[in-house]
């Protein structure tokens, strides 16, 4: 199961500079663990020489300015219809991948244990099967680790593929992935 850990939001001040941070200006975030807690402090860009050796994670950001518009995590339900959509575009699969550890930690999915024998996923019911199955990926690349999980919105299973991201496509990925997720909202109306 995943925990959950509070992390504070930013300051908007550079930790190394100690300046406030402009609009639009690019900064790092970076989280520690002190003692039995997490620490986030934030660094400008102009300031950054890379994560510090006891980081847990760290991510770039920008501050936002004052004339764009706001943004909001699209709702659930289409999340979760975009990540099963997504099953269709072999491309996506570290996007795909990203979104659902996204939504396995916002809850609106879970992960399941596979069933064991009789699956519409597409376990073998009898040895013959296993034994077709066997042959037919036999000389194929090795199987891709899986997992299944299940929607809290419409109680649905899928799969999702495990990738491995490297930390030269990170920036790209997590760009990517705001735009997936995230929609411009006017005002709210009174």
């Not at 300031?47 to 709702?75: F, H, L, Q, S």
């Not at 990540?83 to 879970?110: D, I, V």
């Not at 109680?155 to 496509?169: D, F, G, K, R």
């Amino acid at each position: 199961m995943i925990g959950e850990y509070k992390i504070n939001r930013t300051t908007r001040r550079c930790s190394v500079g100690d300046r406030p941070l402009e609009p639009g200006e690019v900064y790092y975030s970076v989280v520690t663990e002190a003692d039995e807690d997490f620490k986030r402090v934030d660094i400008a860009a102009d300031a950054w020489t890379g994560p510090p050796e006891d980081a847990i994670g760290w991510w770039k950001n920008r501050v936002p300015r004052a004339e764009e518009k706001k943004r909001e995590i699209a709702p659930p339900e289409v999340l979760v219809e975009l990540l099963r959509s997504m099953a269709e575009q072999p491309a996506a699969a570290k996007s795909r991948f990203l979104l659902a550890l996204l939504l396995l930690r916002k809850r609106h999915l879970k992960t399941v244990d596979p069933p064991t024998s009789g699956s519409p996923m597409g376990a073998p019911q009898s040895d013959q099967e296993l034994k077709s199955t066997n042959e037919a990926t036999a000389g194929n690349s090795p199987p891709h680790e899986v997992m299944l999980l299940q929607s809290n919105v419409d109680q649905s299973t899928m799969e999702v593929e495990v990738v491995a991201i490297a930390s030269s496509e990170a920036s790209r990925l997590q760009d990517e992935l705001i735009d997936l997720i995230y929609r411009d909202v006017d005002d709210v109306p009174e």
